[in-house]
């Protein structure tokens, strides 16, 4: 079955940075875009960063721009994020998604069960 | 920017119909989608392109669009049904862009 298993998750200090992980299993992952979406401790969900099938192209949400960089090894059938410049506000349950083809790739089909960053001194 | 509005809290009682609405400018243009998260788990896809439901989603989801809201009518609600509901759409109209509502908390009586 289809399933994505993040990992990469813990305490830093402000200003530094992380690099989380989500491997995939179960589907083509270099046939399907690919999603963060981050979650803050007893608040809603964020979308983060898209990156294409190919790695072509890549999204960010604006809070992170210019931070954070998404990526993928096909290969390995594995997601990257690069966080650099962590905030407080960063903290939050780390979630990759895949894109669900029925939505035309605008919807979110399936999810990791999330991993936790927390930025604190 | 583009937002949506949800209502932070729906209550209903067990068999009664919950009604989630979920409000954006766009919503005309682009669809909406619908997600279910139970505490401590990662959300999941009840409803998509406004009406759609997902294969392994009871019949009693089910979604409905007019102009700019979107609604998520969970019918005869089961206790198990208690969960945060999140309305999502795409925004495609520059550098794309997905965008969640701020989430509903149905409470089951």
């Known amino acids: 079955q289809v399933q994505l298993v993040e990992s990469g998750g813990g305490v830093v200090q402000p200003g530094g940075s992380l690099r989380l992980s989500c491997a995939a299993s179960?589907?083509?992952?270099?046939?399907?875009?690919m999603h963060w979406v981050r979650q803050a401790p007893g608040k809603g969900l964020e979308w983060v960063a898209f990156?294409?099938?190919?790695?072509?192209?890549?999204y960010y949400a604006d809070s992170v721009k210019g931070r954070f960089t998404i990526s993928r090894d096909n290969s390995k059938n594995t997601l990257y994020l690069q966080m650099n410049s962590l905030r407080a506000e960063d903290t939050a349950v780390y979630y990759c998604?895949?894109?669900?083809?029925?939505?035309?790739?605008?919807?979110?089909?399936?999810w990791g069960q999330g991993t936790l960053v927390t930025v604190s001194s | 920017s583009y937002e949506l509005t949800q209502p932070p809290s729906v209550s209903v009682s067990p068999g009664q119909t919950a009604r989630i609405t979920c409000s954006g400018d766009?919503?005309?243009?682009?669809?909406a989608y619908w997600y279910q998260q139970k505490p401590g788990q990662a959300p999941v896809l009840v409803i998509y392109?406004?009406?759609e439901r997902p294969s392994g989603i009871p019949e009693r989801f089910s979604g409905s669009s007019s102009g700019t809201t979107v609604t998520l009518t969970i019918s005869g609600v089961q206790a198990e049904d208690e969960a945060d509901y999140y309305c999502?759409?795409?925004?495609?109209?520059?550098?794309?862009?997905?965008?969640f509502g701020g989430g509903t908390k149905l409470t089951v009586l």
């Open positions: 999502q759409s795409a925004d495609s109209s520059g550098t794309p862009n997905w965008v």
């Open positions: 766009a919503l005309p243009k682009q669809y």
């Open positions: 990156i294409r099938y190919d790695g072509s192209n890549k």
């Open positions: 998604a895949k894109e669900a083809a029925y939505c035309g790739g605008d919807c979110f089909g399936v």
């Open positions: 392109k406004d009406s």
């Open positions: 179960g589907f083509t992952f270099s046939s399907y875009g």
